[in-house]
């Protein structure tokens, strides 16, 4: 790049970034993610560096730039509030830690707070004797808007401290993402716009002109900062922190105290994939000094502290086309659209699909085939699409009216969303994914038979339903193409073994509507007999604890249908019978205790649920007041925490076994 071409591109990312500066800070409404922001800022960031010449006071690099809205009064800040300045590799990191080192003349491993960056709005409060006397947005860091009556609103931030000083606190005005995803579904409702993301609802939110409505919205503060003229309060960062615990803020919990780089790079990477357990959003990490004598030498850039630094996360959204959508049947009918996605890196991963849900959600998105659409990473495995880019209409996708698979008419029922193909009997897909269920890890567990086997058996004609995989000879396995599959002699054995399943394995395997894994336990538990279940009446079922109409109904008409029949004759004429009861009990050490299994153990989960069966115990899905113990393998899950939280007792795979041997002492 010569220096006329640096100035065009100079003049040109200045302008964007000026123009998406107030679309985020004076309107809340950012046009593009803060991912191609930074991008961006980026850039410039670079030209200038490499051509030092155009870099100009107004520059956006040069300082803090927003405005004021109409409507607040202006506030000049007592002290000055800097943006901090940020990158998103190691790499980087490193090399600020390196500067700072040599800038301190020592080669010793410093000290650092490492904490999590909250994407929210920060705000300056200011403290006489205890009593909070004004708060300030940041506005261009020198001058920012008069948001007092609102913070007073934000129930968090204490307007009265624990103790009688003068300080300045800063810290981030946050909305739960629960909260605002609530506040979004509300506005759907009522006709009113959405918010981007939850930064954008705490920010609309607290800046309205109306503190009415600033304090029915859920907003939280996290201070992160203390200042103050008496330099005898707090010496470290970390103290300055313990003070404003102390003094009655919330300071978030995931902060640490850490010595040297590596020990910050480990933690960068720890949060960059646990942030999504988190309800409020994060963007990434903020790392300080944690002296403040040091804080001080090093001191300022004309934009941001040289003594801090953040580490951004990968983007959580990006934009990307919509090249198709996918629709697929599942076992018990319904219609389900995928997006389909020109692959994108997002989070660290190639993305090429994304959920959505339902035909409901592509009305409500407005989108079609074609369309630009934001995709967001999300707690779940499969991201999901959040917005069309404005103005781009292209119509909507029309929800299709008859089922992709059989091509049946496609209904909806009363009360739910979904679309679905009612032609249960003879809809390949349906028959297919009942297939696949019976044969999957929580059904009858046959190892080796999923998706591509059970279409290749399909594809031969050899399979009709679940039933069928029992009359299957070894040749029928020889036939198909088994590449990167398990051996044909594998896969006729796993089916052969299977022919004895526990009488909750069984009833779960048939897809009966409503009757999912935990129901079927508690119905083997009650009729530890195929006859026993057959011969049941609709009264006998709902007397069961945990049973409802919808269930007990659904298990009736099952057996009572006289295509379910001949299925389970014919599973019978091949030698399928579930074992007599659910687990056969061998003692009574666990009587009336429940336990929830959470995390990796050496043997897959049922193993233990067996066991716990077997010895007169209960499991269940989640953590209650009620339940007795966690059973807690490798990278637990929120199980884990939810657990502390109660005061659960906690157990590891070794106390779990102690237990069970009447050996483990509380
Ligand atoms: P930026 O907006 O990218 O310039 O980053 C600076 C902003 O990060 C600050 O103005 C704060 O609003 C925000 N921030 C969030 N969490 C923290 C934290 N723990 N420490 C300092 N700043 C934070
Ligand atoms: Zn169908």
Redesign the pocket.
Known sequence: MDFSEAQKRVIELRAVIKENNEAYYVFDAPKITDFEYDELYRELKRIEEEFPLLITPDSPTQK?GDKVIDGFTEIKHKYR?Y??D?SNNYDDLKKWYERVQKENNNNSELELVV????????CALSYENGILKMAAT?GNGVVGENITENIKAVKSIPQKLSKPVNLEVRG?VYMPVSSFEKLNEENIENGLKEFANPRNAAAGSLRQLDASITAKRDLHF?A??AISDDKELFKTHKEALNLLSELGFDV?PNHKLVRGINSVIELCAYWENERFNLDYATDGM?I?INSLSLQNELGYTSR?PKW?T?FKFPPEEVWTRLLGIELSVGKTGAVTPVALLEPVQLAGSTVKRASLHNFDEIERLQINIGNEVLIKKAAEIIPKVIRKRENENLGVYEAPKYCPSCGAELVKFEGEVGLYCTNSLNCPAQQKGRIEYWASKEAMDIDGVGESIVEKLWDKNLIRDFADLYKLKLEDFMQIDLIKEKSADNLYSAIQKSKTPTMTRFLTALSIKHIGKETADLVANEFPTLDAVKNAQIDDLMQINGIGEKAAKSLIEYFNNENNKLILSKLEEYGVKPQGSAVAKISDIFNGKTFVITGTLSQPRNVFEEKIKQLGGKTSSSVSKKTSYVLAGDNPGSKFDKASDLGVIILSERDFILLSEGKYNE
Not at 115 to 122: A, P, Q, V, W
């Open positions: 803090v509030l943006s901090l940020n904490e999590l960056k909250i994407d929210g709005l920060s940041r981030e996290f992160y900062t978030n903020v300080k941001a801090a953040a």
